[in-house]
């Protein structure tokens, strides 16, 4: 195979794809840019949506930059190419997160291909779940999922399980102490009132799922001033199922890393017929991420809580366009 150049009809095709990714609040911190007559196309992050207070490290930006070039490798491979990812290739620039080379057509990545219809299938779901358990064979493709990226998905034994729900719980009452943390969550939430912001990007208020009768479900509340009053309320599954996903390592190369391997789960699972929601809260305070890890398992650093089971699939949320998160040089 040979590099060739790509038209701008492909590119933009490509990145449509890309961005379909999860990220944190939906705030879809990633650049593109392809400069013409080359194969390559360039991730880079964006600072300007970064979350101080929630993620002063970046760790989740990188996260969900590592699921954008995850998606773009899907996308590439659905139309025959195979991409070359070369990891921060810039020691200079930090926010130069991936060159991506592609070649073809001919020999894309194995299996990747397969994972595109998931793509424009695949969201968040902030709604109760049935109690019926996902069965081993299915854990176990997520599991292999995971390692085809260099990450383990961990499912918690009964006790860790327990932990993990506390700190999830610890995690609420500590944002709801801490003015700046709220307020950087409404800034990235519409509830349809007068604040309602961007219609391309947060989390709208449908996408919040109902309210929980009883604390039993780690779904993070967008909205607990209840700024919306009509807003229903459900019980939720009594005893949640989650995964852990999680890096040898805990640095900017593995963070990108992660965010491959946690899409490519997610996408595993959208093909399977499960639901899943992302639950970060517990790991963007550092003296609760440390009690994630199982003490007992040769894991190294949780980088996602992973709910999953069978249930509502959830609303696409709203994406920006391609003209916005792409440049052309």
Known sequence: MSTTSLTRPLVTSLIEDAVTAPSMHNAQPWKFVHTAGTGVIELHGDPLRRMPHEDPDHRALHLGCGAALFGLRVAAAHRDRHAVVRLLPRPGDPWHFADVELLGPGDPEPGLAALHSALSRRHTSRFPFTEERVPAELIDALRAAALL?????????AW???TVLGIVHDSERSEAADEAVRAEIAAWTRTGGSDVGSGTEGIPAYAFGPRQYDVTSPVRDFDPPRRMTDRPAARFEKEPQIALLSTAEDTPRQWLTAGQGLHRVLLRATLDGLSTSLMSQPLEWPELRSVARDPESAAG?????????????GRATPRRP????????
């Open 149 to 157: 990226e260099g990450c383990r998905f961990d499912v918690p034994g």
């Open 160 to 162: 860790h399980t327990d």
């Open 301 to 313: 650093f949780v980088q996602m809580v992973v709910r999953l089971g069978y249930g509502p699939k």
């Open 322 to 329: 391609v003209s916005e998160v792409l440049t052309f040089g």
